[in-house]
């Protein structure tokens, strides 16, 4: 599967932004989806995905409460709503499918990645 991911932008703190992932081929929805980021500098992390049951949500304690995660199966698409912005929050977004049950949070159990899309986030 091939993932374009879109939607970056420069916004101010508080602001929001949605990011959608687009995704080729016919069996979007058997991947689980989830959404990474990474700082100059830092390492990739864990944002947000969906469990293996396809229902359920997780999402990073930075983000909890600010981002949602969700997905149109009919648009191959999924997205990442992102409120009440905050410049730690500035980074290269990325998202990722898996076909296994593997750790959601974990960067090493997702098979595809999107090229990124920036997000930043003034102060």
């Known amino acids: 599967v091939q993932l374009q991911a879109s939607g970056g932008g420069l916004v101010q703190a508080g602001g929001s932004l949605r990011l959608s992932c687009a995704a080729s081929g016919r069996t979007f929805s058997s991947y689980r989806m989830g959404w990474f980021r990474q700082a100059p500098g830092k390492e990739r992390e864990f944002v947000a995905a969906f469990g293996w049951s396809g229902g359920n949500t997780y999402y990073a304690d930075s983000v909890k409460g600010r981002f949602t995660i969700s997905r149109d199966n009919t648009k191959n698409t999924v997205y990442l709503q992102m409120n009440n912005l905050k410049p730690e929050d500035t980074a290269v977004y990325y998202c990722?499918?898996?076909?296994?049950?593997?750790?959601?949070?974990?960067?090493?159990?997702?098979?595809?990645w999107g090229q990124g899309t920036l997000v930043t986030v003034s102060s």
């Open positions: 990722a499918a898996r076909v296994g049950r593997g750790t959601y949070y974990s960067t090493y159990q997702y098979d595809y």
